[in-house]
C-alpha cells in the first residue's frame, strides 16, 4: 500500500480526533505522543510524517501500550526481554523467604511465587505468544528458578521433577491453555470485533509459503484445536442479562408519585416522609435488634432498658420532629410507639414459649409449654400407613390387615414384609 495514501488517512483521522477533543474539553499532548510504523520491510523505507497541532509526531521503534511493548516488526523480542528483566527482580523475595532455618513452608512460597512472578508471565500471554520459540524460551529459566525456589530441589533436578513436585504445568501449556480460553470466549459472543478474523481466517496460503511470517491468532489456534478435539464443538452464545433498574417485576413504595410538586406544598412532603418513616421504622431498628433476644431480653434488667431507651430515642427525634430536650417518654406517648425494652421482652416471651416450648418462670407466667397445641404439620400421620391400592403392591396377593404392622426394609421376612412399588 502506499505510504503517501496511509498518511492522508491517518492525518485526517487525527485532525477528526483533535476536534472532538477540542470540543470535549480534552488535551493531547505532542511530546507525550508517538507513532510507530510496524512493517517487516528490511530495506530502507521513509518513515511517515504526521502533524499533530502543526507538530510533527515522534516516530519510535517500540511503543507500550497496557504493559505490552510493541516493537515495530512484532517480535515482542523487547517485551520479552523486559519481562524476564522484571521477574528475576521479583524472585529476590523467594529468596529471602525461602531460608532453611527460618523461611516459609514450600506451599506458602509457590503461593507467593504464583501471586508476583507467575502472573507477570501469564497476564497478555495470548499476545506474545505469536513470537518466535527460541524468544519466548527466555521466560522458562524464570520459571523454572522460580519452583526451585519454592519446592526447595537442587539445581541438579530435572525440569519435569519440578512440574509433577509442585503440580505447575510448562509455561507453555499454561500459553496455550490462556489462548483456548480465549478462543472459546470470541467464539462464544458473535458481536465480538475479531470474531469474523478468528473464526474465519484469511491469508491461510499465504503463511504456508511464508513460514517467516507469524500466522494469525486464527491461524495459531487450529493445530490446537485439532489436538485437544476440540474443533467442532458448539459454544452456547452468551447472552447478558437485562439490568436490575430495566426490569418490570421491581415493586418499589413510592408515596411521592401522587403528589405534583407544582400543586403540592412542601409541608405535605414532610408530613408525607414522616409518616412513612414512622411506619418502616419498625422494620428495620426493630428487626435488627430483636436478633436472639430470647437469650437476653426474657426479663430484661434496667441497665438494658435504659440502653435500648437510648438507643430508640435518635429514631424517635427524627420521626417526631421534636426539640432535643423533649423527653423519650413524651415522644413516645406522642408518636404512639411503645418503649423497645417491652417490644423486645414480648416478642421474646412469644419466641420461647411457642417455638422453642420453653417454660417461662412463675411470675411471669403459668402456661406450661405442654399444653400449648403444636403448630399443624403437612402430615398427621405417617404416610405409608394410609397408602391408596395403587400405589403398593403385594407378592402374595393377599389383603393387608391393619392390625398388623407393615415392614418395608426387610428386617422382618416372616410376616408383615410387603414390598412398596410407585406407579
Known sequence: MNMSFIERQLQTAIKSIIAWADKNGFVFSSQKTTCTHFCKVRGLHPDPIMLLKDKAIQVV??????????DSKLTFRPHISHLKKKCIQSLDILKVLSNTTWGCKSSTLLKIYKSVVLSKLDYDSVI???????????LDTVHHQGLRLASGAFRTSPVQSLYVITGEPCLKLRRERFSLKYYFKIKQNPSHPSYERVMKPFFGQFYERRVSFIPSFGHRMRPLLENFNLKNIDILPKHDEPPPWRSRNVLTIDDFNKLLKSTTAPSVYIQ???YHRRIFERYVTERVLAHGAVAWCLEPTVRIARKLSTIQRPFLLAISGAYRTTSTAAL???????????????EARGTALFRLRLPLSTNVSDIDPSEIDEKATGWSAHPSEHLSPTQISLDDGGNINTGLRIYTDGSKTEKGWVQPSVF
Open 128 to 138: 506474545y505468544g505469536s513470537a518466535a520459540k527460541s524468544v519466548v524460551q527466555q
Open 332 to 346: 413516645q406517648i406522642i408518636l404512639g410507639i411503645p418503649l423497645l425494652h417491652l417490644q423486645l421482652q414480648r
Open 272 to 274: 408525607e416522609f414522616c
Open 61 to 70: 521503534p517500540v511503543v507500550k501500550f497496557l504493559g505490552i511493548l510493541f
